[in-house]
């Protein structure tokens, strides 16, 4: 019983670690089977620019959008990621600590909360690892062209291992997976995997090591989609549910813009059906009067990990509204603004602003990533007022709680909402990817105002 109730509180919770893209990518032909001088020139630029919604890393616009000061906060992050990277270039959620400087003394959390020294529940590591890659390559970073040599290694080694975990079954319900476990929620390591080397590809432009396998993991999300609605943990699942869809459209956008920018080639019409059908699927599970979006159904509180963290971290439920943020990017992603319910959407974030409070006596917690990380993408893109206050509460939560020092230095205690199930790692890449909401996703230009 415990078990399985860890299972499906597990899933929801493992969903804040994943992301995932889809699609039915081809190599383009004009790009992979292009010169070899051609070749050469593409793997060996770091051109973000490919795509209008990515570009913004190129320059990382910070003092244009509110991102002022959180730079060196950004890059603390990574680089204790990069302290805790494993040889053969994976992150463990698990054991990471075997990378600390002192593994029998390891990374801890502060003022004794929670005995353990941040580790996941099993099985996620290469959702934990697609999570660091994504956070590098939120800054711009890739394995062709990084900030730091320390950086482009390491996704470079990070690379080697995740395509290491790709299925070469020839079955439909496996062919291009990555990241298989015997968990139920695996497919979120799918999921982000795929968008980690979405992204990759998106930036550096290396068809030749990266097209083939993003475009096979790609198909696998497209395969495996609901007709007409979302995504769950199994291939085309009777039910879908909101954390997995989003984290999978998500991956469809990043497929969306590597074919639009010639680097696959995709059916554009299957990419539209995809984005749709999730759009459908959000539209559904959105409480009409509250304007909440559930996790598989109207409204509903969604999946918890609260039985597991027993009475250490117990959180406000009522602050913690994911699908509904990731559902307000996601919609500003695909044309709509000032119209319900995307206005209710936002009304809900704007009075649920970060706050770095751990449980303590009877309060209970207001920590997390998962949260914080989508309402800062989607908040962003609201701007103006809304923003400017949302951004003063955002920055105070995650600055102030950034540990300082020790091999500690950079992460953040994962004591948030699904911190036990992604772990340190985990807590640290979300940090930096909502710290990178400033340019990691450009500004979508508001649709012009109808004549009529
Ligand atoms: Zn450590």
Redesign the pocket.
Known sequence: MLRQNRMRLGVAAVAAIVFIGLGVLVISASKGRASASEKVEAATQNDWTRSARYASRADKQTGKSGGTGTAKNVKLALD?LV??QADDGSWSGEN??V???KPDD??ANQDGWHASTGPSLPGFDVGVTGLAVLAMAGRGNTHIEAEKKEYRESVDRAITWLLKQQSESTDDAKRGVIGHSEREEWIYNHAIATMALGELLLGSGDVDRLAAPFLAAVEYCLRGQTKGYGWKYTYQSIMSDSSVTMWMANAVLVAKACSEAGLIKLDAEKIETSLSSAEKWILAVTAKSSGVVGYQAPGDEGSRMQGVYGKEFPFDKGKMLPHTAAALEFAITRGKRGVEPLLKWEGLLVKTPPEWKPARGSELSSISFYYWYYAAHAMFQIGDKPWKKFNKSLKTALRKSQRTRG??KG?WDPIGEWGIAGGRVYSTAMGALTLECYYRHAKEEQPKPKDD
């Open positions: 204790w302290r805790h990471y600590s990378s600390c400087r390891p990374c091999c500690e992460s």
